[in-house]
């Protein structure tokens, strides 16, 4: 266990081996300070399953707990501690039967991994015949190892700002492109949809003074202030289209509200490959360019919308965000209401309608569509691609975001589902031998949370 109350990038500096840390609150770009041969756990007061830190503990594999209440004031500094990020608990000075119990269970999850694994290469078709693609999240380097793991079709959502929080300084056009390109290459033929830049809420460049607001996650985020800032977008633009010379290039613009955000994004873009040519640089071969769906007030404008794009990807963790008001990263708020619903669901197919209607691809890529109910529901409504889709545009594959299984790279795609660790003094039972529980009333946020449907 590791607690100093010290800021926190000297705490990072000084991690112990196989460290748990506790904390309040942390963002992403804090997480990834930490050296994650190291980390092996992380508990916090607060947080929920689709803030940002718990998406990027999720592609480190570590596992994390939000909503543990009260819980830094019950742990001190070396105190041996299993964290599970199956149940969501937290055990702190656990007795020795606690501790053999767990190492149980990661043997139990080894072998259900083994499973999974052997089923890896079935091809991914629904009863009926569908063939779903299975595509991954991305964002670290890191990530790009699960496309060979999991036999996913590509990479549905790039999330290019996470290479930008890991660094200390904004990478320069050349550090991007060579980012882009080793993308690229390491996904061979798999597509892969590069998401631009979605900074703002809790997703903060140490190097970009922060802009202070009441509401973050509704403020001056993403494309509003790629718009503002258009020089931060050209050169990310120019680094996408120098990486993806003479191959195809999936760009997706994040949180587009308004048609002309989007119509000005692509102009930008269009006049970035204008210059390429002009300079005789290579170009992709193709460009196909999309929006996310984030904000509601988007899908009524999908008329005028849809014939200025190339494919339209449901990003659910905001939308469920905008659609119900409830604020993402709160663990009070994580549970409260149902992607399920008829009212997402009711949203969800009038969008799948017009997409199906205008024939452009419709995916989707938050959270809803990494549990194994969400995401049949979501075949269930057409959200991926049919086989004569697929065959019709191979380029547009990249835009399906569904499956009978299961999809995303969160949690790995065939991983199963308990993450159990003894950190701290070693793994070995605390001799007093007077356990305390500690019940955490929060969500499993990170590491292997969910099951896999077959
Ligand atoms: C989303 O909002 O669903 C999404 C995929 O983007 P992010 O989680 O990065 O906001
Ligand atoms: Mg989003």
Redesign the pocket.
């Known amino acids: 266990l590791h607690l100093t109350g010290k800021p926190m990038h000297s705490a990072a500096e000084n991690l112990p081996e196989n460290a748990i840390l506790f904390a309040r609150s942390m963002g992403p770009a804090e997480l990834l300070d930490y050296d994650r041969r190291k980390l092996q756990g992380v508990v916090l007061e607060e947080g929920s399953s689709a803030s940002?830190v718990a998406?990027v503990a999720r592609a480190l594999s570590i596992p994390v707990l939000g909503g543990v209440a009260g819980v830094i004031a019950k742990v001190e500094p070396g105190d041996t501690v299993v964290v599970d990020g199956e149940h969501a608990q937290v055990f702190v000075r656990p007795v020795s039967d606690v501790i053999t119990a767990f190492h149980q269970s990661l043997g139990l999850r080894r072998a259900r991994l083994a499973k999974y694994a052997a089923q890896r290469d079935d091809p991914p078709v629904t009863r009926d015949g569908t063939r779903i693609l299975l595509l991954v999240n991305a964002g670290l380097l890191i990530d790009l190892s699960h496309l060979d793991e999991t036999r996913a079709d590509g990479i549905g959502?790039y999330?290019t700002e996470l290479q930008f929080m890991v660094r200390p300084t904004m990478p320069k056009a050349e550090a991007q492109t060579a980012i882009y390109r080793r993308v690229i290459e390491q996904a061979g033929d798999r597509p892969v949809v590069f998401r631009t830049l979605?900074i703002g809420g809790d997703k903060v460049l140490p190097y970009l003074v922060k802009y202070p607001e009441e509401n973050p996650a509704m403020g001056w985020r993403a494309i509003r202030l790629a718009l503002d800032r258009p020089a931060l977008l050209k050169v990310q633009l120019r680094a996408l289209l120098t990486a993806a010379e003479g191959r195809k290039l999936h760009v997706m613009f994040?949180m587009i509200a308004e048609v002309d955000e989007f119509r000005r994004a692509r102009k930008l873009l269009d006049r970035e490959v204008q210059r390429l040519v002009n300079l005789r640089k290579p170009v992709p071969e193709s460009i196909a360019v999309g929006t996310m769906l984030?904000v509601p007030a988007l899908a009524w404008q999908l008329s005028s919308l849809l014939p200025l794009v190339d494919f339209v990807s449901i990003?659910?963790?905001?939308?469920m965000q905008f659609l119900f008001a409830t604020d993402r990263g709160s663990p009070k708020m994580a549970d409260r209401y149902d992607p399920l619903s008829p009212s997402m669901l009711g949203f969800l197919h009038w969008v799948v309608q017009q997409c199906r209607a205008a024939n452009k691809p419709i995916t989707l890529?938050?959270e809803m569509g990494s549990r194994p109910k969400e995401a049949m529901a979501l075949v269930g409504l057409g959200v991926g691609l049919h086989m004569d889709e697929l065959q019709q545009d191979l380029a547009a594959a990249a835009e399906c975001h569904a499956t009978g299984r299961r999809h995303h790279r969160e949690g790995g795609v065939f991983q199963g589902a308990v993450g159990a660790l003894a950190a701290g003094r070693g793994a070995e039972p605390t001799p007093s031998g007077a356990g305390e529980r500690l019940a955490a009333r929060g969500a499993g946020l990170g590491g292997y949370r969910h099951a896999i449907v077959t």
Do not use: F, V, Y
């Not at 990003?315 to 939308?319: F, T, Y």
């Open positions: 940002h998406i959502l999330r979605d994040p984030e990003g659910s963790n905001d939308l890529c938050g």
